[in-house]
């Protein structure tokens, strides 16, 4: 991956960011003294093209309230890493709180409400896990990226195969 340029982020970015070298992620403080981390790690679900899990982590959990600002500061990052990088990026909620729903509309709202929300394909998808949890996911690619239509068919057929349901076993003895 390609390092995005803090200098360009800042110049638009409503929240200063930086680079966090030890956690090798961009971080920014809110008005609300929330402090959010943005990572790309890369990622081999999909294949066919460079891809990486964005995280956003609440370094210090601290609840905040509806903060356009916020969303400024990251939908600028995720842009700005797909200037510079023809990737793809998964978007996973974090499920270890149950709050994985509320995180997964945010993102969603978020990402709808967005100006350059057209120059991209945001496909959102709910698997279920083997112990009946919700995991919610999404695909986020540029809909210029020349590999766009391998890209989406190879996650389509990976997310499906995820969410066949193994049936029981039979031991042969």
């Known amino acids: 991956m390609k390092a995005l340029a803090l200098d360009i982020i800042n110049g638009e970015a409503p929240y200063k960011v930086s680079w966090h070298e030890t956690s090798h992620t961009y ?9 959010l981390a943005i990572a790309f790690d890369e990622d081999d679900m999909i294949e066919t093209a460079d891809s990486y899990v964005l995280s956003v982590i609440n370094v210090n ?10 969303r400024d500061t990251i939908m600028l990052i995720i842009e700005h890493f797909f200037k510079i990088n023809q990737a793809a990026s998964l978007y996973i909620c ?7 729903q509320i995180r997964g509309r945010l993102f969603e709202f978020w990402f709808s409400t967005y100006r350059m929300k057209d120059d991209y ?7 279920e896990d083997t112990e009946g949890q919700e995991n919610l996911a999404a695909l986020i690619i540029r809909k210029d990226n020349p590999k766009f239509v391998d890209i989406v068919s ?15 076993p039979t031991c042969l003895e």
């Not at 394909?121 to 698997?127: A, G, K």
């Open 27 to 35: 971080r920014f403080k809110t008005d609300y003294d929330v402090v």
């Open 61 to 70: 959990n601290i609840p905040s309230p509806r903060d356009i600002k916020m």
């Open 94 to 100: 974090e499920s270890g709180d149950g709050r994985q």
């Open 121 to 127: 394909l945001f496909m959102p998808v709910t698997i």
């Open 154 to 168: 190879e996650f389509s057929n990976t997310i499906a195969m995820f969410r066949v349901k193994p049936e029981n």
